[in-house]
């Protein structure tokens, strides 16, 4: 059984940065495509950024510039460098990972910016 388990959230301050982490685990494959979504109260789940295993990243028109996803296929984990955030980013972001026809999402991790 595959498991991706997210880490790294918290309360971050307007124009603050947090490093999100997602880690693989359990029955692993050599997943060709990972990402991250998030999704706020009342909104539709959103991707956020993808990168396949040679390294090819794709990013929402929103955190273009800002976020930068990248992984470490050895480790099987998947990051998110996310830079100058903004309160209407708040939400439960989730990482992803395809195998072909075959997806796994891990449970979350909420990002919250403070007052």
């Known amino acids: 059984q595959v498991q991706l388990v997210e880490s790294g959230g918290g309360l971050v301050q307007p124009g603050g940065s947090l490093r999100l982490s997602c880690v693989a685990s359990?029955?692993?494959?050599?997943?060709?495509?990972m990402g991250w979504y998030r999704q706020a109260p009342g909104k539709q789940r959103e991707l956020v950024a993808t990168?396949?295993?040679?390294?090819?990243?794709n990013y929402a028109d929103s955190v273009k510039g800002r976020f930068t996803i990248s992984r470490d296929n050895a480790k099987n984990t998947v990051d998110l460098q996310m830079n100058s955030l903004k309160p209407q980013e708040t939400a439960v972001y989730y990482c992803k990972a395809n195998f072909w026809a075959l997806d796994y999402w891990g449970q979350g991790t909420q990002v919250t910016g403070s007052s």
């Open positions: 359990g029955n692993i494959f050599r997943f060709n495509v």
């Open positions: 990168i396949t295993t040679p390294g090819n990243t």
